[in-house]
């Protein structure tokens, strides 16, 4: 068993993106960042500068992240869903 602190700031955890849990069925689906940037309210045009794309691949990133949560949601994945505040980006 790891000890609480063996992890931190300066000594990350070794994570890897492409772990096995990570794409099991039921692992968690996270929302994409320009979705929740929409909802926290940030215009277009400061998702767009943020995320380096053009006004057309914005919607269709936004088209495809909205078809993603709901795929998850009608399977009864559970959504991570976390909120981007203003000011924060």
């Known amino acids: 068993m790891a ?3 063996e992890y931190g700031q300066d000594n990350p955890r070794p994570w890897d993106p492409n772990h096995w ?6 692992a968690p689906h996270e929302t994409a960042a320009v979705l ?3 909802r926290a309210g940030h215009p277009a045009s400061k998702i767009m500068q943020v995320a380096k794309i053009k006004g057309i691949s914005l919607v269709q990133r936004l088209q495809s992240a909205m078809t993603d949560e709901n795929v998850a949601h009608r399977r009864g994945i559970p959504v991570h869903d976390a909120r981007v505040p203003k000011g924060t980006v």
């Open 3 to 5: 000890k609480s602190d």
């Open 21 to 26: 849990s990570l794409t099991v069925k039921g």
């Open 36 to 38: 929740r940037m929409q």
